[in-house]
């Protein structure tokens, strides 16, 4: 990329660095001397803060081209530590390496190229991801027979008996002479029974799934499906076309809103639809906001799954019609460019929450087996750089088991179980 980097600004950079990488703890001058007859060797790197291009690290900002191409928008880096902030740009996020390249440059100017090569002391910090943790899966899937073919998808979910108890779901696939379930398919009184012929149905270990990849993409498609019928009862609507899930309006035309607990455990309202107002004339805008997320689950070892959260926006132009695809990417990529950590890990416990309902945990519940979903956000111990005065305060209070959630829970874990042994021979 440095051919498109002003030769002035190349200059300027080099000089207030001193020639050495600016990551902290980093002591390597960035030429090495050539030794029999070798010319020497150029092992540092303009790094971008905010990317060259737009879809590269970082490169959601609003920084116009001629500036990003500024020694104000670089960082000179050996090749080991610009591999490492492109790869992780949340860690290395554009605070961040501000930060450090001004330190950077200050000691330099300061003391002198020696100093670089004094080892900083890096900041312990612990950070959380976007996962959450899935502590019980379906141990079977059921398949059965049935007499539908290819585009009576239709006739198939008509004829499903939903439970009266609202909070069972069924999920389910639906193939050309099959359909797949948690449900036990062989019980006359299952919600399929008038879909699926009883005495043809086969109980598949989900180990068995897991390791065969036609039938691991049913069990995810399942897994997602229970996913969306869970959202659907909260009326959290899902976007096929972008694979996010968002709040829909309950009246047409009215803004909503939900109570939660924030990082700072406090209990607060926020608005998850709702239709912009100018700040000059308090005039309504011609779109509205809905809070939205990428929500899927992941397999991430053998039986270990975790739910993800990707924070994201939905817009509408009346609260109910999407609007034109041409009309939300700057948008909400601006809105988005300007969510640092802090931020972004609100909009990550604003899911969390809300998708507990208050509880200690999710359970998906399919009659006779579950899948359960707990809230704590997964923590990890890094060391990192730090920005100077963006320490924040975060509080994960565990919600504590009451009568009712506990009885909640354990009734959940009855039924089939998940075998710890392997295949049975034949």
Not at 56 to 74: A, I, V, W, Y
Not at 98 to 107: G, L, Q, V
Request: glycine letters at 6%.
């Amino acid at each position: 990329m440095s051919g498109s980097i002003d030769q002035r600004e190349m200059k300027i950079l080099l000089l207030q660095s001193g020639g050495r990488c600016a990551f902290p703890g980093c002591p390597k001058l960035l030429v090495q001397e050539g030794s029999g007859g070798d010319e020497p060797s150029v092992i540092g790197e303009m790094a971008h803060i905010v990317a060259e291009k737009r879809e590269g690290p970082r490169g959601k900002h609003e920084l116009s081209d001629e500036e990003r191409n500024s020694h104000r928008n670089l960082v000179l880096l050996c090749r080991d530590h610009h591999k490492v902030v492109d790869d992780q740009p949340l860690t290395y996020s554009i605070p961040v390496l501000r930060e450090m390249k001004a330190s950077h440059e200050a000691r330099i100017m300061s003391n002198g190229s020696q100093v670089a090569s004094t080892i900083d002391v890096l900041q312990r910090e612990i950070t959380y991801s976007t996962f959450l943790p899935v502590g019980n899966l379906p141990a079977v899937v059921y398949k059965g027979a049935c007499e539908f073919d290819r585009g009576e998808g239709d006739r198939v979910r008509q004829l499903v008996k939903y439970p009266q108890q609202r909070s069972e779901l069924t999920p389910y696939i639906f193939q050309p002479g099959w359909l797949y379930a948690f449900h036990d398919l062989r019980s006359f009184s299952n919600p399929f029974v008038q879909i699926v012929d009883p005495s043809s149905v086969e109980e598949i270990k989900a180990t068995r799934m897991w390791n065969n990849a036609d039938e691991d993409r049913i069990y995810f498609a399942l897994m997602n499906s229970a996913l969306r019928r869970y959202l659907s009862s909260l009326r959290v609507s899902y976007d096929r076309d972008h694979k996010r899930f968002y709040f829909a309006t309950l009246v047409k035309g009215q803004e909503r809103s939900v109570e939660y607990k924030s990082l700072t455990g406090r209990t607060v309202s926020r608005n998850v639809v709702w239709q912009p107002k100018r700040r000059s004339t308090g005039e309504a805008k011609n779109f509205w906001w809905h809070l939205a997320a990428g929500l899927a689950f992941h397999e991430l070892g053998e039986k270990e799954w975790c739910l993800s959260i990707r924070p994201e926006r939905h817009l509408t132009i009346d609260g109910e019609v999407p609007r034109a695809p041409e009309l939300i990417g700057r948008r909400v990529t601006r809105l988005k460019a300007k969510m640092y950590n802090d931020a972004y890990l609100a909009e990550v416990n604003f899911w969390r929450e809300f998708l507990s309902q208050g509880k200690p945990r999710i359970i998906l519940d399919f009659g006779n087996q579950s899948a359960i979903v707990e809230i704590n956000l997964v923590p990890v111990e890094i060391e990192w750089p730090g920005v100077s005065g963006d320490e924040k305060v975060v509080a994960f209070d565990a919600i504590e088991d009451d009568l009712f959630t506990s009885a909640e829970f354990f009734e959940s874990l009855e039924g089939v179980e998940i075998e710890d042994e392997a295949e049975d021979d034949d």
